[in-house]
């Protein structure tokens, strides 16, 4: 029999601030870090979205360490130095030095990339700078987190675009799971507010220039956001051997691939992995009181989802409580999956569920309970939360209130 998985600790960057405590006020407001890009960028069409506010990466780390950390892998040390800090432990110890590192990230070192280009086209330069390779590189992130954290077992990066953290964080429950660790720090960060990628997604033209409306009828497209989310998970032994706090339950996940269309979400695909997760879980679809939706805010992503959980949850899905806090941090690409994950972990810990913020107008197309503008005080004893990433890669994760 697998052994059961818990989580311990929580870290969050985002849009909203540089801890768990902002990004849990913001959510529980329902307050938007969605805001004109400044400064903005030339020639690009996107003009909005949710940055780290008010984030000077000399207050955390030294001249010399800078030299080899991108954007992205400073915001994944940043939450998960949080994260160990919220789990009680210190690094140094054993059990620390034990665990695994799995960060998942959807496009890695981009503002490197960027200023190699730079260097290289636009000002001329002969070479490149000599770490511009172990700097960018997509598990660049992980191997960070691994040497701040003085972590010595498995360390490793996932990239499945906006999945990237939820399997990052399967990655980790699997291994506890198995024997083969007892504790992971799980969790993915992104970066994507250079001019390369901007224009990149300019080109695929899904993005709003309005805000983030998930499920509303005048939706007109994802926003970009920034961040990273890192959990703590352990063993439930090793959780009880040293009296640590538990959130919440690891109890199951579903992992499927559309094998269709490289955009477009499907819908067998879809709910294939919301099935698998409850069956993997051992729960019945009348379990679930809530869902943290992946709820782009996308035309065809909003519907597509809205049916999914219809098919799945039957006359239920119109009694369980849903929402997007992508209205509320921008889509992190890979980063969003565990923010969200951080999210429904913190719903379930305090009993309120977080609004999908700027809703206006309903959607006949999209008519079940996305708990608008307002949070909600609600327990919840089972959710889920689910990630569809272009490629049509598909994770789903469902967390239990922890019962000895």
């Known amino acids: 029999m697998s052994r059961r998985v818990l989580i311990t600790g929580l870290g969050a960057v985002s849009g ?10 913001g959510l529980k407001a329902g307050r938007s870090a969605i805001k004109p890009l400044d400064p903005p960028m030339p020639d690009v069409k996107i003009s909005i979205g949710a940055k780290v506010p008010e984030f000077d990466p000399g207050d955390y780390f030294s001249e010399e360490e800078l030299t080899i950390l991108d954007r992205f892998s400073q915001l994944a040390v940043i939450a998960a130095h949080e994260a160990v800090d ?3 432990l210190v690094c140094g110890e054993k059990m ?5 590192a799995i960060v998942g990230s959807g496009c890695g070192g981009k503002h490197t990339d960027e200023a190699t280009y730079d260097q290289l086209y636009k000002k001329q330069k002969s070479r490149a700078h000599p770490l511009t390779i172990p700097k960018g590189m997509p598990s660049a992130a992980a191997s960070m987190v691994s040497y701040h954290l003085g972590i010595k077992g498995p360390a490793f990066a996932l990239a499945s675009a906006c999945a990237s953290g939820s399997h990052a ?5 699997t291994m506890i799971q198995s024997g083969m660790i007892d504790m992971a720090i799980v969790g993915a960060s992104d970066a994507p507010f250079t001019y390369g990628l901007l224009k990149s997604w300019d080109a695929l033209r899904v993005a709003s220039n309005d805000t983030c409306r998930p499920f509303s009828k005048d939706r007109s497209g994802m926003v970009l956001g920034e961040g990273a989310g890192m959990l703590i998970l352990e063993s439930e032994q090793h959780a009880l051997d040293r009296g640590a706090r538990i959130y919440a339950e690891l109890a199951g996940c579903g992992m499927t691939s559309d094998a269709g269309h490289i955009t477009r979400p499907d819908i067998e695909g879809i709910t294939n992995a919301i099935t698998n997760a409850l069956h993997h879980a051992g729960l019945d679809a009348d379990q679930i009181d809530y869902i943290n939706a992946h709820g782009t805010a996308t035309p065809t992503n909003d519907v597509i989802e809205t049916e999914s959980i219809k098919q799945v949850f039957g006359k239920h899905a119109y009694e369980l409580a849903i929402s997007s806090t992508k209205s509320i941090h921008g889509h992190a690409l890979g980063a969003s999956s565990a923010l969200e994950l951080v999210a ?7 009993e309120i569920i977080p609004p999908t913020a700027n809703f206006t107008v309903a959607d006949e197309a999209c008519d079940l309970d996305y708990v608008p503008n307002i949070a909600r005080k609600h327990k919840i004893d089972a959710a889920i939360s689910n990630s569809f990433a272009f490629g049509g890669l598909n994770a789903v994760i469902a967390l239990r209130r ?3």
């Open 16 to 25: 909203l601030g540089l801890d768990v405590r902002s990004f849990w006020d």
């Open 86 to 88: 919220d789990a009680g």
């Open 96 to 100: 620390l030095t034990d665990a695994a």
């Open 169 to 173: 964080i399967i990655q980790g429950m």
């Open 344 to 350: 429904t972990t913190l719903a379930m810990h305090h």
């Open 402 to 404: 922890y019962y000895v």
